[in-house]
């Protein structure tokens, strides 16, 4: 019919289209012996390899801090990251795409929820290892996946539904502290509470349901927001929520029983990379089924439409009260991990910074699209990182960053995509 | 009984009057026109009845029950539904949704089937789907089913417009216009689904047209409004006739 649009723009196709030819046929299970092999290599000879390019340890982040703070180690630190990463990941993809592609057409036609559990058992078993080097990138990880669910959520409401939300810090303030709360009165002998109620627990069994409380009371703390704003449509959510924003902080700086403006500290140790990785991956499932659904579907009538969606049987106040306590439940998760993996949370935490954080995420990412929020977190959150070594001018590049895809993208690096599982795990190269 | 009876309609924009005493008796499977110079409130009307207003004054029943003061999801769930005179689509939505999102009031897979996908919301879905998909093959469309509406030419996005109106399964389907700015060719085949909608479906159907010929064409009764008062009402052949009518279109001649 039509020729194939999208893609690579332009008629200099040349070296691009070959490159992209070459490795359309390896399916992600392929990436993933790829990147599998990587992180194996990096505990083999991770550190004889640093040592002989002359570099004082492992690169932590790519190498881009150690070539940040030290440029005469740049061409070490390329080095590294071509000879641990680029190399292995890429020719394994491509050498091993036929084999990867027979067991990715096996794994296909199991049921879909096991096919699924397969891919994200290995994709955590790579993190896993890549963690396992040091404990800042085990950090930093963590806290990046934490970006991904907490900027997932607040994507629903300014992407999805088309309002724009700033209490998405509030939320997970209250989320952190009532998680926090549960956590260490029931369960850790502690200065504030005193001896634990429960002791013994472990806390795998206890720690879902702290982060469930958590989120629980960040939605229906989110009733105080939707009743009110929800009545019309407009500017009044993003005052309002601005407003439950500040109070929620000042709130807590002046609540005693949970340590004010000192914070909340000791914290049980249960926020390991696997649990953080598992309610990421179950946040992201869930929102995604959500807003898939001919019922998620509502929001973006309502924010195409709201008139035309009221009168095609869609109840719209319903609709957005809704998609926003479930956003403000997936916030308060966010922040109950959040307060377990830094194990020490202060109301100063969850203020205006944060939500400018989060918000950057959103609209650098992509609104409307769970692949977005995904792109958007991580590459702040990394990029806040490895420029670390700058440091002011860490603060001009990120904001510059943001112009940038604010000018050539305006709606974001990748808006308006549906996140298809289906397409992710299906084996490639069958034209 | 009629299915949708409205009587001593009133309703004010402020200080002004914008509809006066108005009435109605649709009947179940009736086609009906609504005509009127620019500005005489039709639209008005339909806002009215769809609950996108509130009338000042006045009663509506539909089967006998009172609608007034309903919200307009609740109107459409109980089967009046419409399109507007200016298409109000869902911009980032394909063809498809846009009729899938109609039978929202008839979901039964309820939040949780939403969150974690049970296999009843599969099923569900996969019905809407189909449904939707037959409309679509009514409206002559199904071709179109996986385009953005923003990329479809006019008339397609009109007819995407009636098939969503259609999906929700209406008694009662109001037409705001359905054909302003189409061309010729366009008209004819849309007045042929109008026709297989009323015809087939038994839907009724109420309309607001400023192209005469096809009211006449199409309509059993028809009301001619005029600064929000009906003048006339009856058979298309009534209306030709009548010489209020005419007067509101053409105007009066002046003889001294």
Redesign the interface.
């Known amino acids: 019919m039509e020729e194939k649009t999208g893609g690579s723009p332009g008629p200099k196709t040349g070296l691009k289209e070959t490159i992209r030819l070459f490795f359309s046929r390896a399916p992600l299970l392929g990436w993933f012996f790829g990147a599998l092999l990587a992180v194996a290599l990096e505990q083999w000879v991770g550190y004889d390899l640093s040592d002989l390019l002359g570099l004082p340890k492992i690169p932590v982040l790519f190498g881009c801090v150690l070539a940040l703070k030290k440029p005469a180690m740049l061409p070490g630190a390329l080095g590294y990251v071509l000879a641990i990463y680029i190399l292995p990941v890429t020719i394994v993809a491509r050498l091993t795409a036929p084999w990867a592609n027979r067991i990715a057409a096996r794994l296909f036609d199991l049921p879909r929820w096991v096919c699924v559990m397969v891919y994200l058992l290995f994709f955590y078993a790579i993190l896993h290892i890549w963690a396992d080097i040091s404990a800042y990138r085990e950090l930093t990880l963590k806290l990046t996946l934490i970006a991904v669910l907490l900027t997932l959520s607040l994507n629903i409401i300014n992407g999805y539904m088309g309002e724009f939300s700033c209490s998405h810090p509030g939320f997970m303030a209250i989320g952190a502290y009532v998680a926090s709360t549960v956590s260490v009165y029931f369960f850790v002998d502690d200065k504030l509470f005193g001896t634990a109620v429960f002791s013994g627990v472990p806390g795998w069994l206890v720690f879902p349901v702290a982060l469930f409380v958590g989120g629980v009371a960040a939605s229906i703390s989110a009733l105080v927001v939707a009743i009110p704003s929800f009545k019309t449509r407009g500017d009044y959510l993003a005052i309002i929520s601005l407003a439950f924003m500040f109070i929620v902080k000042s709130a807590i700086e002046n609540l005693e029983v949970v340590g004010g403006s000192r914070g909340l500290g000791n914290q049980p140790d249960w926020a390991n990379l696997f649990t953080v990785f598992a309610w990421t991956a179950a946040g992201i499932w869930?929102i995604n089924?959500?807003v898939t659904?001919?019922?998620?579907?509502?929001l973006?009538?309502v924010?195409?439409?709201e008139?035309?969606?009221?009168?095609?049987?869609?109840?719209?106040r319903r609709v957005k009260i809704?998609a926003f306590l479930f956003s403000a439940f997936w916030a308060g998760v966010a922040g109950g991990l959040f307060a377990h993996v830094i194990r020490y949370v202060n109301p100063g935490t969850f203020g205006i910074q944060k939500l400018a954080e989060v918000l950057a995420m959103v609209y650098f990412g992509g609104l409307?699209s769970v692949y977005g929020s995904i792109v958007g977190a991580l590459s702040l959150s990394v990029l806040g990182e490895v420029l670390r070594p700058l440091e002011l001018f860490k603060w001009i590049i990120i904001p510059l960053a943001l112009i940038l895809v604010m000018i050539y993208r305006p709606r974001g690096l990748v808006a308006?995509k549906e996140f298809k599982v289906e397409n992710l795990v299906r084996p490639r190269g069958k034209r | 009984m009629a299915l949708l009876e409205i009587e001593n309609m009133t309703h004010y924009f402020g200080g002004l009057r914008a509809v006066h005493n108005y009435g109605l008796a649709l009947d179940p499977g009736q086609i009906r026109g609504l005509i009127g110079p620019n500005g005489a409130g039709k639209t008005t009307i339909f806002n009215l009845i769809?609950g996108?207003y509130q009338p000042s004054e006045g009663s509506l029943l539909m089967d006998g029950k009172s609608i007034s003061g309903l919200?307009?999801?609740e109107i459409?769930?109980r089967g009046m539904?419409?399109t507007?005179q200016n298409l109000?689509?869902?911009?980032?939505?394909t063809v498809l949704?846009h009729v899938?999102?109609?039978?929202?009031?008839?979901?039964g897979?309820g939040?949780v089937?939403?969150?974690?996908?049970s296999s009843r919301?599969h099923r569900e879905?996969a019905a809407?789907e189909r449904k939707a998909r037959d409309i679509l093959e009514v409206a002559e469309i199904d071709h179109l089913a996986d385009k953005m509406v923003a990329d479809l030419p006019y008339g397609a996005q009109r007819r995407v417009e009636m098939a969503?109106?259609l999906s929700?399964e209406p008694k009662i389907l109001f037409l705001d216009e359905p054909t302003a700015g189409m061309n010729p060719e366009e008209l004819i085949r849309m007045m042929e689904i109008i026709r297989l909608v009323h015809k087939d479906l038994g839907i009724a159907i109420f309309l607001i047209e400023h192209r005469l010929k096809m009211v006449m064409e199409l309509c059993e009764m028809i009301q001619t409004l005029v600064f929000g008062e009906v003048i006339a009402e009856g058979t298309p052949d009534e209306i030709q006739n009548n010489p209020m009518v005419i007067d509101a279109y053409l105007g009066k001649e002046i003889i001294d």
């Open positions: 869930v089924n959500f659904s001919t019922m998620g579907k509502a973006n009538a924010r195409d439409d008139i035309a969606a009221s009168a095609m049987t869609v109840n719209t809704i409307n308006f | 769809t996108i919200q307009p999801h459409a769930s539904c419409r507007f109000r689509l869902w911009r980032h939505m949704e899938m999102m109609a039978r929202h009031s008839k979901i897979y939040l089937g939403a969150f974690f996908g919301r879905e809407i969503r109106a929700a």
